[in-house]
């Protein structure tokens, strides 16, 4: 069974802070990560995927990657209140080319 | 959302009666995917398909069945409702390449009573 595994939270940042969300997972063949974003009541919102080991800058946001750890983190710099969702990590798997989706990390950024 | 639409929104039935929930696409994807969210549990995919009349189980699939008759057309069929399967469904698209993700619509919340 193929796993992707994420610390529910909730993750509480004060406003303009770094917050930083964990995800890992089970198959060392997968080649592809994906970052959504899910706001309450609403569908999952692509915001990073990341394909290569290191960083990957995109506005406020930095995808990380680290394939020999199996580990794939996303950082958001300068938290704002409305960065307060869930975030959902995902993994395309080495066979198949489905996403399998950790459970996600609830970001409260307060003001 | 843009090029994926679903219904419908809101739903609510009764226990054993069949239920059919319609994706919709104006993108010209081949793959398209029918997942369940429900707290705890994450995104569990129920079924795909890879084409017209191409479909495969997802790990969620039991009680329910679907079809693709059309590109544009993903239809899941809940072939007798139980409780369990209240929940938030959403379908998903995803484009040829595989550095691709998922865009998904605005899913539909089912309520079996």
């Known amino acids: 069974q193929k796993e992707v595994e994420q610390n529910s939270g909730p993750l509480s940042v004060p406003e303009g802070a770094i917050a930083s969300l964990n995800c890992t997972y089970s198959?060392?063949?997968?080649?592809?990560f994906f970052w959504y974003r899910q706001y309450s009541g609403k569908s999952p919102e692509l915001i990073m995927f990341?394909?290569?080991?290191g960083d990957k800058e995109d506005g406020r946001f930095t995808a990380q990657l680290n394939k020999a750890s199996q580990y794939v983190s996303l950082l958001i710099r300068d938290s704002q209140p409305s960065d307060s969702a869930t975030y959902l990590c995902a993994v395309r798997e080495n066979q198949g080319g489905k996403l399998i989706f950790g459970q996600g990390t609830e970001l409260s950024v307060k003001p | 959302d843009a090029g994926i639409t679903q219904s419908p929104r809101h739903k609510v039935t009764e226990t054993g009666t069949p239920v059919t929930l319609r994706c919709h696409q104006t993108e010209n994807h081949r793959y398209m995917y029918w997942y369940r969210q429900d707290p705890g549990h994450g995104l569990r995919l129920i079924h795909y398909?890879?084409?017209?009349?191409?479909?495969d189980k997802g790990e969620v699939s039991d009680g329910y069945s679907v079809s693709r008759s059309k590109t544009e057309d993903f239809l899941l069929t809940l072939e007798s409702a139980t409780s369990s399967q209240t929940s938030v469904y959403f379908c998903?698209?995803?484009?040829?390449?595989?550095?691709?993700?998922?865009?998904f619509g605005s899913g539909t919340r089912l309520t079996v009573v």
């Open positions: 398909s890879y084409g017209v009349k191409d479909t």
């Open positions: 998903a698209i995803r484009g040829p390449r595989l550095d691709y993700g998922y865009t």
């Open positions: 198959d060392r063949g997968s080649q592809s």
């Open positions: 990341i394909y290569s080991n």
